[in-house]
């Protein structure tokens, strides 16, 4: 029980209290495994704002690995495509950490629809970070600049049909500092490895990201 404890507590401290990235206030406030959130088909609009609601669901979490989530309406559960949600003003955001997609999460009166969130919207969230599509790799690598003595943010953004299910960074333990599982911070010129548990094979391809001084 004591060796638990020790793991937990060196888990934490090497995790670090808090993000590596600035995330907007709206980013941080996601939505909790079972917390209720209201869609109005008039306005098409979402909120937290659950009284007097005509579609109120409540999102839970799915059992197993993977941590998809789900929203429940008059006992029907949707797949919404997403590991993590948050509201911005009257819309909802999924982010995939597993596709590494952003989607913009709708109800049509039957069925929640994940649209893939555009480039332009993204950037509104990271206004200062580079983003590094996933198509512009080659051959699984690809070569990123930043500034002399300066630090720089990325986020990998996949606009493939590419599927990164439990991937991470190498070095990193398990990326728990990060609520988006795709950002990551360059301090100095280094080659950083995004792999399945060390794998390089067709079913779980690394992408190897070299990042030199400009």
């Keep these: 029980m004591k060796r638990k404890i020790l793991l937990a507590l060196v888990l934490l401290l090497t995790c670090n209290a808090a993000f590596s990235y600035n995330y907007k206030a709206d980013m941080l406030n ?22 007097h609601c005509p579609v109120l669901f409540t999102k839970y979490i799915t059992t197993g690995t993977g941590g998809f989530s789900e929203l429940e309406y008059n006992n029907i559960r949707f797949g919404i495509n997403s590991t993590y949600e948050f509201l911005d003003g009257q819309k909802f955001i999924g982010y995939n950490a597993h596709t590494l ?38 051959n699984g690598s690809i070569t990123l ?17 590419m599927d990164f299910y439990k991937y991470q960074f190498e070095h990193k333990p398990g990326n728990c500092y990060e609520l988006i599982k795709g950002i990551f911070e360059v301090k100095r010129p280094q080659t950083i490895i995004y792999s399945h548990f060390g794998s390089n094979d067709p079913l ?3 992408l190897k990201i070299r990042v030199r001084n400009q």
Excluded: M
Excluded at 31 to 51: F, M, V
């Design 30 to 51: 996601g939505i909790k495994d079972g917390q209720k959130i209201c869609y109005n088909p008039a306005k098409k609009s979402w909120s937290a704002e659950t009284t």
């Design 101 to 138: 997609k952003f989607y913009n999460i709708t109800y049509d009166g039957k069925k929640i629809v994940s649209d893939i969130l555009p480039e332009g919207e993204i950037k509104k969230y990271f206004p200062d970070v580079q983003i590094v599509k996933i198509s512009h790799f080659n």
């Design 145 to 161: 600049e930043k500034p002399w003595f300066k630090r720089k943010t990325f986020l990998l953004l996949n606009d493939t049909g």
């Design 204 to 206: 779980f391809p690394k």
